[in-house]
């Protein structure tokens, strides 16, 4: 599998990372609705990594959005590009995401990251910078909170918390997906309201905790991964 280069004038310390997310982040849209929920596709992103060999795989796998059917996949595997900074995780992740994206043979549709978009201590997580770079309407569906506080949602599917930041802004929820079962935190990303970001996470997910998006999506970046370092030098 080759292995993909690090776009140039790629960021590669903190300080640039923060100049960048700061004069990107001006740029996301939050007053379009969004896709319709079961419309068209729609696709998941996820990375995993192997720091022993500086690698990161990226997996892109798009549904139908109203089956849930597999209609497209790719992989991209790259170097790690920028040193663990919370909160600056896109710049480790992005430039594989990227190239797997690209390779997909059809339009992705809503993209569904697994990490946060507004609900990220600078408003600007993965899903607000995947959007903002490539003009697709991106939410963030996360397993866990970041730095956020909320209240706990009802014990029904589609029971919700506001996730809000210290000056009260709503910046994400504490969605429940299944009775019962611990939520999980969407945010917007790009291009997409609140409300219909949690439906779609619903839809996404009629049988697990976590939308069918990033299922697959994980399982393919670890073999993906498996697959690059049964080969590295």
Known sequence: MEI???PDGWPHDEAAALAL?????????????????????VTGVDVAYDDGRDLVAAAAVTLDAAT??????????????????????AFRELPAVLAALRALTVAPGLVVCDGYGRAHPRRFGLASHLGVLTGLPTIGVAKNPF????????????????LSADDGEEVGRALRTRAGVKPVYVSVGHRVTLDVACAHT???APHYRIPETTRRADRLCRDALASATQNAP
Request: a negative charge.
């Open 4 to 6: 993909i280069d690090t």
């Open 21 to 41: 997310q700061d004069e990107l982040r001006d740029r996301v849209v939050l007053d379009e609705p969004g896709p319709p929920v079961g419309a068209g596709t």
């Open 68 to 89: 849930l059917a597999v209609v497209a996949q790719a992989t991209a595997v790259g170097r790690v590009s920028f040193p663990y900074v919370p909160g600056l995780l």
């Open 147 to 162: 730095v956020f506080t909320h209240a706990e949602p009802g014990p029904e599917r589609g029971d919700w918390a506001r």
């Open 202 to 204: 619903l839809h996404l």
